[in-house]
């Protein structure tokens, strides 16, 4: 069967009612490969406007579309907005400080890379992990970046500039991972792009861990490990 296509577009209602509120530049912010065993966790952001009008034909939630129709965005989407990043996380730093704060830090990379900083963000889901929690005086805190967010549940699918956040972020990380492929050709991440696929799990098993697995999350580390612990 084939991906299920929403015939409900994303709009920018939520975008233009923040502009009406007095923002200039409204941040569409989604991440991919947070569940992924290996490579990194990448943040996409995508600033709109006012001037900002006629969203792309096709534009979706990036787990809605194909990789083709995917990647035939990148084109339209990337002049549509008003600016665009992505930052990523490797595995290693997932590994040392966790995937939530792996997630800000991957927010703060996109957000330096930004030639225009938003003023407002949106971002998918229930938890705020773009915003710094309150640290105590032994830990130093990733965020520095003050800009008030709006949380909306299926931002991705409703939003534009979410929707085109997630498009940007999804095939900017998985050709990264079709890149790490040609290196370690025995895990399947041209087509799995590091997640836990039967595929991948089982060439764990054979070859054991590489560089780019986030061993922090229990995976297998060779034939004499079994039942790994899901992350």
Known sequence: MGLKISSNAPTLELEQELISAGAKYVAGVDEVGRGALAGPVSVGVAIVSADTSQVPLGLRDSKQISRMAREKLIAPVSSWVVDFAIGHVAANEIDEIGIVPALRLAWVRAHQQLRIKPDHVILDGKHNWIVEPESDLFSTPISEIVVPVTMKIKADASCASVSAASVLAKVARDQLMREAALTYPDFGWEG?????????????????LTDLHRKSWNLPNGPSDSDPATP
């Open 192 to 208: 799995n792009v590091g997640y836990g696929s039967s595929e991948h799990m089982a060439a764990i098993a054979r070859h054991g």
